[in-house]
């Protein structure tokens, strides 16, 4: 984190500042989407941003990371040490792991509810035991712990133009969106781990089960009924976005720029997953980078256009269409 962010931030301590960067450290090697979108927050909002999500990341890694060489008991062991930590860090307003640390006092800064993060370490608690959803209702419960809450956290960060009651459902809606996408492009790798996010009854519709699953990952082949249940799963995932767009009108206008963009550049996995055929049980699929830098110098002209407009109104209003992403082009536009 360069320091630049942090005196913005108004974070004099030695010890909290380097929290801090080790928050941004785990943000900009595990999310990259992310990260390249939260440059385009004003930079004292930035480092607030990484602390939600480098301990979102350290945390999931305890879950995922550890799992090639640590059984279940050990993983619970480290989940419940952090989850201590992270009450009594949260409860006196520091701590001495420093990732919790930095949360502890953007928590505070921002007025963040302690609930969401109790959520979050219950469903990542789950992961260590649960392998499959019956259905989406079930997952959907699942993903109000492990990516609703943390919509929810970001949001006291980002600010709202309306009560903050009423954005809260798009932040929400948006973070099982990002889920989602991932649980699509990641379907492969998550099998590998012994985890299937696919609803059961998703896959049952179309004649395909787990079985089927590991046996095209297994053997490279496709298989019409993979590729028609996960086509089923990108539509329900595009419906979340729309669910969460309009949204963004809601954001306070220096914010909007970045959850656009990461609004954009996550949509823009569901179409690089669609180009390659739902070929995600045998490779992933990638947002281009000219895209990926496209979508981003878009994103900083929006940024210039919204601070010209915040600092005297000289700015035009930007009206410009979300070409990348017809089906909610309008809503967020």
């Given at each position: 984190?360069t320091d630049?962010e942090?005196?913005?931030?108004?974070?004099?301590d030695p010890a909290?500042r380097e929290a801090?960067?080790r928050?941004?450290s785990?943000?900009?090697?595990h999310?990259?989407?992310?990260?390249?979108?939260?440059?385009l927050?004003?930079?004292e909002r930035r480092p607030a941003?990484?602390?939600l999500?480098g301990?979102?990341?350290?945390a999931?890694d305890?879950?995922?990371?550890?799992?090639?060489?640590a059984d279940?008991a050990?993983?619970?062991?480290?989940?419940s040490?952090?989850a201590?930590?992270l009450d009594?860090?949260?409860?006196?307003?520091?701590?001495?792991?420093?990732?919790?640390?930095?949360?502890?006092?953007?928590a505070?800064?921002y007025?963040?509810?302690?609930a969401?993060f109790a959520?979050?370490?219950?469903?990542?608690?789950?992961?260590?035991?649960?392998?499959?959803?019956?259905?989406?209702?079930?997952?959907r419960r699942?993903?109000h712990?492990?990516?609703?809450?943390i919509?929810?956290?970001?949001?006291?960060?980002l600010g709202t133009?309306?009560?903050?009651?009423?954005?809260e459902?798009?932040?929400?809606?948006?973070g099982?969106?990002?889920q989602?996408?991932n649980?699509?492009?990641d379907?492969?790798?998550?099998l590998?781990r012994g985890?299937?996010?696919?609803?059961a009854?998703?896959?049952?519709a179309?004649g395909?089960d787990?079985?089927?699953l590991r046996?095209?990952?297994?053997t490279?082949r496709?298989?019409?009924?993979?590729t028609?249940?996960l086509?089923?799963?990108?539509a329900l995932?595009?419906g979340?976005?729309?669910?969460?767009?309009?949204?963004?009108?809601?954001?306070?206008?220096?914010s909007?720029?970045c959850?656009?963009?990461?609004?954009v550049l996550?949509g823009?996995?569901?179409?690089?997953?669609?180009?390659?055929g739902?070929?995600?049980?045998?490779r992933?699929?990638?947002v281009p980078r000219?895209r990926?830098?496209?979508?981003?110098?878009?994103g900083l002209a929006r940024?210039?256009a919204?601070?010209?407009r915040?600092?005297?109104g000289?700015g035009?209003?930007?009206t410009?269409p979300?070409?990348?992403y017809?089906?909610?082009s309008?809503e967020?536009?």
């Amino acid at each position: 984190m360069t320091d630049r962010e942090l005196d913005a931030a108004g974070v004099g301590d030695p010890a909290l500042r380097e929290a801090y960067r080790r928050c941004r450290s785990l943000n900009a090697r595990h999310g990259r989407t992310y990260f390249l979108a939260t440059r385009l927050l004003p930079v004292e909002r930035r480092p607030a941003v990484h602390a939600l999500y480098g301990f979102a990341r350290w945390a999931d890694d305890i879950v995922d990371a550890l799992g090639t060489g640590a059984d279940t008991a050990r993983r619970d062991a480290e989940l419940s040490a952090l989850a201590r930590e992270l009450d009594q860090g949260l409860r006196d307003g520091d701590s001495a792991e420093p990732v919790v640390r930095a949360l502890a006092d953007t928590a505070r800064r921002y007025g963040i509810d302690h609930a969401h993060f109790a959520d979050f370490m219950a469903a990542m608690r789950a992961d260590l035991v649960v392998t499959d959803y019956a259905d989406y209702a079930e997952l959907r419960r699942y993903m109000h712990g492990s990516a609703a809450v943390i919509g929810l956290q970001m949001l006291p960060v980002l600010g709202t133009v309306v009560p903050r009651a009423a954005a809260e459902p798009h932040a929400a809606a948006l973070g099982v969106a990002f889920q989602l996408t991932n649980f699509l492009r990641d379907v492969g790798e998550d099998l590998d781990r012994g985890r299937v996010y696919l609803p059961a009854d998703l896959l049952a519709a179309h004649g395909a089960d787990r079985a089927l699953l590991r046996w095209s990952r297994d053997t490279g082949r496709r298989d019409p009924r993979v590729t028609s249940a996960l086509r089923e799963f990108e539509a329900l995932t595009r419906g979340v976005y729309r669910e969460a767009a309009p949204g963004l009108a809601m954001l306070e206008p220096v914010s909007r720029p970045c959850i656009r963009t990461a609004f954009v550049l996550y949509g823009g996995i569901l179409d690089a997953v669609a180009r390659d055929g739902w070929s995600v049980l045998h490779r992933r699929a990638v947002v281009p980078r000219r895209r990926r830098a496209a979508v981003a110098a878009d994103g900083l002209a929006r940024v210039v256009a919204a601070r010209l407009r915040a600092r005297g109104g000289d700015g035009p209003p930007d009206t410009r269409p979300l070409d990348p992403y017809p089906a909610v082009s309008e809503e967020v536009a």
